[in-house]
């Protein structure tokens, strides 16, 4: 298993900065995920990971080796591109073969590791097929078995699925993650959707613009973000600005007073100057006033402006003031929960899982 | 930080640009020198120019260059056209007959074309000799007539060829939109279709316009001394008093002018035209009354049908008995066997000449499209524009270039057959080039990094991915290179010398020396020569990809 180290990265693309100073660290085995809006440098980083693309300043480690002057065919890395990078001219063994054949194993031991990797996603009854003849899932596990076949010590996957179809999606992205936790083998993939990366990451990065702007779990990543941008990539948030007034006494709660008058309690201070942003997921907003009094429950009124029946949660965008809807997710609801378009509505969050987000301008 | 900079791309770099140097760019330099030269004590930079200007001998040339070749371009541009709506948009029977006849009649080179019309309606030709039996006569095939019917028929193909595709891509759709929001079908064609066929329209035009330009063969066989600036230039280049080298550079110079100026206008033009088109369901065929598809029919394959006039009646001529220009019924080999004796090296010549600079212009054009393709930057964009370059210099232009060239020390290449291949191949790059680079375009680059990143070092790469992958380019632009290459005349006919007469040249020799029956013979087995290898990579690749189209 490899330790994968990024070391103050940067490249630049003519005037503009691809990767603006990133430092990473991979633990050995882990899947770690680099996702971002496009653009953010994701795959600019991954390819310099690879040695397909070198870097001005900074250094790549593996375990304890730096591979900065390591050419890319030297660097034993699997790479799944976007695009599949299939080779149309071989037959699916003749691609799964290839970096074996590169590597002069003997015959006998190339064919039962084909015959192994085809096993291994499901492809051992198509090793005679051209690749014109496979559909796009099945040629995503051809690249995938071609790339594990070598033994690479790092996995490197570049939106992989992202040229699939929703159903399929999610059954590939539970191959690959079965497949790497079986083989244990250290993986860095990168995709521009939030719920993939939440779903399948041991450890996700956010980038924005060339930098990473919070790595950590999902549910940290989640419950909290560090930043606006954050806060908005991963999920949905409803983002409140105020000020504070004067602390309370009692343990450490705050009165806050928002934009459109509306008071309430938070946790901790806010900036300086008393300015602060506070963010509340769709689904921590609730119809009623929570029953546990150790918390502070804090009010938030307004008009459905729209509804949506999605069975397990009715949508609501409820405007709470003049240019500020909210979305409010209400879980399992029943006919008490249904309001109309137009009706007045009290919405009520517990203090406890509002999150105090950085206000710097720009949203980063 | 790692070097790279000397790799084998560094060296393709240097040998791509010296190539066009060599063989292009410095003999091309030459000529426009060599027109600003001049003779006697008093220096005058332009005499040679004003000498042109101020001679009708001289100046007719260039206007009945440039009149026949306008009259070419707008003829082969309304067949071209017609032809290809009919073929595509009308249920026509025979369609593929249709399509497949229209690309043989490429096949012959024209000035061939030009001697075929000559055997047909000459004086001393088929046609006519029937008819004087009856006493009845044709109005002569010589002159500005038959130069203006053979460019047309010779060169129509090319537009045929360039609309038809375009039409093949655009979609249904636009015409619908057209249509639905009430433009009836006339102004739906004028106002939606017509403007995205543009850049195929003129890109057409321009090929028929720089080949008529250039074309030296027909106006010399069909002209009757009908002076043209290729024919002017080899005149004043070839003089039996002596040759005017600076006066030949200078209708070398103009022509050079001439056809980069008509490139230049249209690739300026189809640059700000280019629209991209997305084609899902193309172009249905319309429906239309019976009365109108039979006239489509009959205009259709009249068209095909004069294409082919050429090659059959040339096919078919050399299986005659002969004596010089005369042609009688009945069947015999003597003209195949004649060439034994008159011409015996020109066949083997033409096809080791051609075999080569083939083989030089695929192995050469490969790695550079791979530059040109891959490693983007300023310098390979100028190497792009000087290979292109090629297309728009008449041959005649390149021979006299390098002639002048290579005739004096250090390096003396004139009169060995050195100087043939260097034409044929540099002449003929573009090809190669045009194929490769369109089909790298097509192939994700992410597919070579994925082999390299399983550990198969770049160049390995290229070889056993990259090159399998550009395999169809390889072979159509070794095809259509060989097709071009064989028939050449314009230049071949200035650098031959003694024993290396090609086909093409001992064909032209043989028709002003009236021995048809050999001339015949030898086209006959050159057609044939150029035909099979581009029917071998249409069985193979289908017939898009064999015409790089």
Known sequence: MTRVRVQGIVKRFGDTAAIDGISLDVRPGELFTLVGPSGCGKTTLLRIIAGLLEQEVGSVLFNEDRVDEVPPYLRNIGVVFQSYAIFPHLTVAGNIAYGLKARHLPADEIAAKVAEAGRLVQLDA????????????????????????IEPQLLLMDEPLSNLDAKLRVQIRSLIRAVQRTLQITTIYVTHDQEEALAISDTIAVMDRGRVLQVGKPWELYLTPGSRFVADFIGTMNVFHGHLEAPEAAAGWHQMVTSFGQRWQVRATGASD?????????????????ANSDDAWNPLTGTVVEAAYLRAIVRYQVRVAEGLTVTADIHNPDFGAIRAVGDPVTLWFSANRAVLLPDRPGGA | MRGRRRDLWWTVRVAGFLTVFAFLVYPLATVLATSFSGEGKHFVLAANYERFFTHRYYYSSVINSLYLSALATLGALALGTSLAFAVTRYALPGKAFLRTAANLALLSPPFIGAYSWVVLFGRMGLVNRLLSAFDWSLPTIYGWRGILLVFTVQYFPF??????????????????????????????????????????????????????????????????????LPTLMYGEFMNELGGNPAM?????????????????????????????????????????????????????YAVVGTALIPAVTIIISSFMPTRGPVMYAGFSLQSYEAIFFRVPRAIANTFGLTALSVVMDVFLGVLVAYLLARRRSRVHAVLDSLIMLAYAIPGTVVGVGLIVVYNRPPIILTG????????????????????????????????????VSLGVPPFRTFVKVTIPLMFPAIISGAALAWMTTIGELSSSILLYSGPWATMSVAIFTEVFGNHFGTASALASILIVAAFVPLFLTYRVLGERAALGV
């Open chain 2, 248 to 300: 030949a550079s200078t209708l070398g110079s103009l022509l050079i002018l001439v056809n980069t100026a008509a490139l230049l206008a249209q690739r300026y033009y189809a640059f700000r035209k280019a629209y991209n088109v997305v084609c899902i369901q193309p172009l249905r065929a319309k429906r239309t009354s019976r009365g109108r598809l039979l006239a489509l029919t009959v205009f259709a």
């Open chain 2, 159 to 228: 537009v045929f060829l360039l609309v038809s595709a375009a039409l093949r891509s655009v979609d249904q759709s636009i015409e619908d939109a057209a249509l639905s929001l009430g433009s009836p079908p006339r102004r739906a064609l004028t106002t939606a279709i017509l403007p995205i066929l543009a850049p195929s329209l003129t890109a057409g035009g321009l090929l028929v316009f720089m080949g008529t330009m250039a074309d030296f063969g027909t106006p010399m066989i069909i002209g009757e001394g009908l002076r043209t």
């Open chain 1, 274 to 290: 008393g300015q602060l942003s506070v963010g509340v997921r769709p689904e921590s907003l609730a119809l009623e006033r929570g």
């Open chain 2, 416 to 451: 060995t057959w050195m100087i043939l291949l260097a034409s044929y191949f540099i002449r003929h790059l573009p090809y190669p080039v045009r194929s490769c680079t369109a089909m790298l375009q097509q192939i994700d680059v992410r597919v070579e990094e994925a082999s």
């Open chain 1, 126 to 149: 198509l090793l005679d097929r051209m690749p014109s003849q496979l559909s796009g899932g099945q040629q995503q596990r051809v690249v995938l078995a071609r790339a594990l076949v």
